[in-house]
């Protein structure tokens, strides 16, 4: 099942080219008072909210992709966990390329471990990057996204998959520099997420998919999640051993070689086999 998130926070079954609208399925959701849960509602109550919605199908107005405005498919994901240096040629080029390195020494996410983005980076690909610094390099990263489906912590690698909701295209967009990650990769609008999540059932293998990036149709970025040093049951291990997992929890599994800079006025297609594909454009800098 794809489901997404569009126009005013509507919630959509993708269908091919099409968008039914099934938005009463949220009805299903509690109403909450203070303190509120720190998970995202709709990844917390999935089950029922996909039964919902195939009760729906039927009688749903249907709209076509194109002239809706793609939101994040998950809306209030309690962290964004990044995983740095993931793959093999990311690692060679980031040694080779200090515009990346910035004096550090790269070398491995057993070393380096994880990294926090703010939620407030967030958006879908119906939005649009808004660049913050202009007088540093900005760069597209584009990754296989999960989305944690079940409260958890200290997960067996050989569980790790059981607790994913589903996947989805993530945009880590990266100001370069010296500081920490967190800082440099928590910009509103750097974290793009969509254009829908596609229900972990229908991703057998989320670790043989294909992946690439393209900026105004120039191929940039190509590769394949069977390349990643640290596999995506692996990356839950590694997340769950440190935080509490929580459902909305989304995890962006790196980035493969071809980073490079974005810049005002710039088209970014990004894909992911199994998942979609999807455009974002790039707008002026931050006034």
């Given at each position: 099942?794809?489901?997404c998130r569009f126009d005013s926070g509507r919630l959509g079954l993708v269908e091919g080219s099409d968008v039914l609208d099934v938005s009463p399925a949220l009805d299903l959701l509690p109403a909450l008072r203070y303190p509120l849960p720190q998970?995202?509602?709709?990844?917390?109550?999935?089950?029922?909210?996909?039964?919902?919605?195939l009760q729906l199908r039927q009688g749903a107005v249907r709209r076509p992709v194109s002239a809706v405005r793609l939101l994040s498919p998950v809306a209030n994901p309690p962290k964004i966990i990044g995983a740095p240096i993931n793959y093999r040629a990311h690692i060679d080029e980031s040694v080779k390329d200090q515009g990346i390195a910035h004096g550090r020494n790269v070398t491995s996410i057993h070393d380096w471990g994880l990294f926090l983005k703010s939620s407030t980076s967030l958006i879908g690909f119906g939005e649009q990057i808004v660049l913050r610094r202009p007088d540093r390099?900005?760069?597209?990263?584009?990754?296989?996204?999960?989305?944690?489906?079940?409260?958890c912590s200290?997960?067996?690698?050989?569980?790790?998959?059981?607790?994913?909701?589903?996947?989805?295209?993530?945009?880590?967009?990266?100001?370069r520099g010296p500081e920490f990650q967190c800082w440099r990769k928590s910009v509103d609008t750097y974290s793009v997420l969509g254009p829908w999540l596609v229900t972990a059932d229908e991703v057998p293998d989320p670790d043989a998919?294909?992946?690439?990036?393209?900026?105004?149709?120039?191929?940039?970025?190509?590769?394949?999640?069977?390349?990643?040093?640290l596999d995506v049951a692996g990356l839950i291990e590694m997340a769950?051993?440190?935080y509490t997992l929580m459902p909305g929890d989304v995890i962006m599994t790196g980035t493969p070689a071809g980073v490079g800079p974005i810049?005002?006025?710039?088209?970014?297609?990004?894909?992911?086999?199994?998942?979609?594909?999807?455009?974002?454009?790039v707008g002026e800098h931050y006034a």
């Open positions: 099942m794809k489901l998970e995202d509602l709709l990844i917390a109550h999935l089950p029922a909210v996909r039964s919902a919605v390099r900005n760069d597209h990263e584009c990754e296989l996204a999960l989305v944690i489906g079940a409260r200290k997960v067996a690698r050989a569980d790790a998959l059981r607790h994913v909701a589903g996947y989805t295209i993530g945009l880590d967009i990266t100001v998919l294909d992946l690439s990036l393209s900026v105004n149709g120039e191929l940039r970025q190509a590769s394949n999640t069977r390349q990643l040093v769950s051993a440190m810049k005002p006025g710039d088209t970014i297609r990004a894909a992911v086999q199994g998942v979609g594909e999807a455009v974002v454009q």
